[in-house]
């Protein structure tokens, strides 16, 4: 089992910008995804942005051109910088990591981000 630890979040004011990280520890082989999720109050948790070990990118639609995910392998850890932010953007969210190979798949804790004048 992969352990999640997250950082990062907290509140700011729209158009401002936010940094979350993650950082994935235990057995893993060389080919991964990292990910952020979010999920919003009674709403389903919908993929914002993933990276494969590889450096492949996706990202969803409402957030292409404002956030930008990007990873360190060696340490283990991706990060999602989140500029342009809108108060739709606030929900939990969650660090994903999926290892392609061992079929196993962690989620992190969640961290709170709130977009609020």
């Known amino acids: 089992q992969v352990q999640l630890v997250e950082s990062g979040g907290g509140l700011v004011q729209p158009g401002g910008s936010l940094r979350l990280s993650c950082e994935a520890s235990?057995?893993?082989?060389?080919?991964?995804?990292m990910g952020w999720y979010r999920q919003a109050p009674g709403k389903q948790r919908d993929l914002v942005a993933r990276?494969?070990?590889?450096?492949?990118?996706t990202y969803a639609d409402s957030v292409k051109g404002r956030f930008t995910i990007s990873r360190d392998n060696a340490k283990n850890t991706a990060s999602l910088q989140m500029n342009s932010l809108k108060p739709e953007d606030t929900a939990v969210y969650y660090c994903?990591?999926?290892?392609?190979?061992?079929?196993?798949?962690?989620w992190g804790q969640g961290t709170q981000v709130t977009v609020s004048s």
């Open positions: 990276i494969t070990s590889g450096g492949a990118t």
């Open positions: 235990g057995i893993m082989s060389g080919i991964t995804y």
């Open positions: 994903n990591f999926f290892d392609v190979l061992l079929l196993k798949e962690s």
